[in-house]
């Protein structure tokens, strides 16, 4: 069985060339500061979202047995997409993830990461529901988006995780990404980590992950319908909370 992409499609191309993405919006320094400081949340909980697949995929324990995901690809599949995130390589050669890489993008331009490391430390202190619900200094759109990813891995089951995981970021990303580059009035040496990271993502999530990502939502949905129809909500669902995130990002820079 496949997943049917027609409303998927329909969805992707309203997020891709959203006016955020597709229109001359981010054009000086202070824009891109803003924009970091909005879209660092969802680039956290991105990280959150594939560690929760990888765990119900191949749960980690002193203890390893055999399963089904390690005879279909799919433990393979997710630790692959693990490793480049959460160890890409950085500038100079060494390891890094995504994540700090991009706070070393935002520290570069003089973005302000002190309420998501503020954030974090809540997090990692309080829960994530706590954290949540005493967002300080967080943007109110980021604390949306991040509260429906936590949603999607609330409901521990894999292919709804592993649907808005692909549909909602390594499937658009980089078509997302793209549109960032190209309007872009920064050059690589005001901001040579954030261009980084972009053609990072282009690269990865275009050629490799967005493609292996894909073929594990067929793997999790197997020959289950109820799961196809439920992942095809999920996509739009996750789809519908980044467009409406970007809306509100636009409005924050032009509103």
């Given at each position: 069985?496949k997943l049917p992409l027609k409303n998927i499609e329909v969805k992707q191309l309203e997020l891709t060339t959203h006016p955020l993405l597709s229109t001359n919006m981010i054009q000086s320094v202070e824009d891109l500061r803003l924009f970091m400081e909005h879209h660092v949340?969802?680039?956290?909980?991105?990280?959150?979202?594939?560690?929760?697949?990888?765990?119900?995929?191949?749960?980690?324990?002193?203890?390893?047995?055999?399963?089904?995901?390690?005879?279909?690809?799919?433990?393979?599949?997710?630790?692959?997409?693990?490793?480049?995130?959460?160890?890409?390589?950085?500038?100079?050669?060494?390891?890094?993830?995504?994540?700090?890489?991009?706070?070393?993008?935002?520290?570069?331009?003089?973005?302000?990461?002190?309420?998501?490391?503020?954030?974090?430390?809540?997090?990692?202190?309080?829960?994530?529901?706590?954290?949540?619900?005493?967002?300080?200094?967080?943007?109110?759109?980021a604390v949306k988006f991040m509260r429906k990813t936590f949603e999607f891995i609330s409901t521990g089951e894999k292919h709804i995780i592993?649907?808005?995981?692909?549909?909602?970021?390594?499937?658009?990303?980089?078509?997302?990404?793209?549109?960032?580059?190209?309007?872009?009035?920064?050059?690589?040496?005001?901001?040579?980590?954030?261009?980084?990271?972009?053609?990072?993502?282009?690269?990865?999530?275009?050629?490799?992950?967005?493609?292996?990502?894909?073929?594990?939502?067929?793997?999790?949905?197997?020959?289950?319908?109820?799961?196809?129809?439920?992942?095809?909500?999920?996509?739009?669902?996750?789809?519908?909370?980044?467009?409406?995130?970007?809306?509100?990002?636009?409005?924050?820079?032009?509103?």
């Amino acid at each position: 069985m496949k997943l049917p992409l027609k409303n998927i499609e329909v969805k992707q191309l309203e997020l891709t060339t959203h006016p955020l993405l597709s229109t001359n919006m981010i054009q000086s320094v202070e824009d891109l500061r803003l924009f970091m400081e909005h879209h660092v949340y969802p680039v956290w909980d991105f990280m959150s979202l594939a560690k929760a697949l990888q765990h119900r995929v191949c749960p980690s324990s002193d203890l390893w047995l055999p399963t089904k995901h390690t005879r279909d690809e799919s433990a393979r599949l997710i630790n692959e997409i693990i490793w480049g995130e959460e160890s890409d390589r950085d500038l100079g050669g060494g390891s890094i993830s995504h994540f700090d890489l991009y706070l070393q993008a935002m520290a570069e331009v003089g973005a302000n990461t002190k309420p998501v490391l503020r954030f974090l430390d809540t997090v990692e202190n309080e829960g994530i529901e706590y954290a949540l619900d005493n967002a300080k200094g967080v943007p109110e759109c980021a604390v949306k988006f991040m509260r429906k990813t936590f949603e999607f891995i609330s409901t521990g089951e894999k292919h709804i995780i592993a649907s808005a995981f692909t549909y909602g970021r390594e499937a658009v990303i980089p078509g997302m990404f793209q549109g960032i580059l190209q309007q872009l009035n920064i050059n690589s040496y005001e901001a040579k980590k954030f261009h980084y990271y972009l053609q990072r993502h282009i690269e990865l999530d275009g050629d490799e992950h967005g493609p292996m990502a894909t073929k594990l939502v067929e793997n999790l949905c197997g020959e289950n319908p109820l799961a196809y129809v439920e992942a095809e909500r999920v996509a739009i669902e996750a789809m519908n909370a980044r467009i409406e995130f970007w809306n509100e990002v636009e409005t924050k820079l032009f509103g």
